[in-house]
C-alpha cells in the first residue's frame, strides 16, 4: 500500500488543517490507519489512529481537539486539527499496517511521505 499524504501548512494558534492520507490501494482491507508526527529533537509521536471498525485512538495530547476519520470509497484517512497550537508543530506521518500491535508500536509496514504543520504563537 502507498500513501500519500497532504494538508499541511502554517496556520496561527487556534486555528485547523485537515490532513489527507490518500493510499493506492483499498483502506477497507487495512486494520488499521494512523498519523505519527515527529517534532524537532522530539521523538515520534502516535497521534490517532483509526480502524476498519472505525474504532479510533488518540494521544492525550490531542483528545478533544483532533478527529480521524475515514472515507473507504474515496480510499482516504483524514485528521481534522482544530485548536492547533505551537506545541502541535511537527512532520506528520501517515503510516498504515494490518496488525494494530504495528501501529502501537511505532513499526507500520506502510509509510507515507510527511507533511508539515506549523503553528505559529
Known amino acids: 500500500v502507498q500513501l500519500q499524504a497532504s494538508g499541511g501548512g502554517l496556520v496561527q494558534t487556534g486555528e485547523s488543517l485537515r490532513l489527507s492520507c490518500a493510499t493506492s490501494g483499498s483502506i477497507s482491507s487495512i486494520t488499521t490507519v494512523a498519523w505519527y508526527r515527529q517534532a524537532p529533537g522530539k521523538l515520534r509521536e502516535l497521534v490517532a489512529g483509526i480502524s476498519t471498525g472505525d474504532s479510533t485512538t488518540y494521544a492525550d495530547s490531542v483528545k478533544g481537539r483532533f478527529t480521524i476519520s475515514r472515507d473507504n470509497a474515496k480510499n482516504t484517512v483524514y485528521l481534522h486539527m482544530n485548536n492547533l497550537k505551537p506545541e502541535d508543530t511537527g512532520v506528520y506521518h501517515c503510516?498504515?499496517?494490518?496488525?494494530?500491535?504495528?501501529?502501537?508500536?511505532?513499526?507500520?509496514?506502510?509509510w507515507g511521505q510527511g507533511t508539515q504543520v506549523t503553528v505559529s504563537s
Open positions: 503510516a498504515a499496517d494490518k496488525v494494530w500491535s504495528a501501529i502501537r508500536e511505532g513499526r507500520p509496514s506502510s
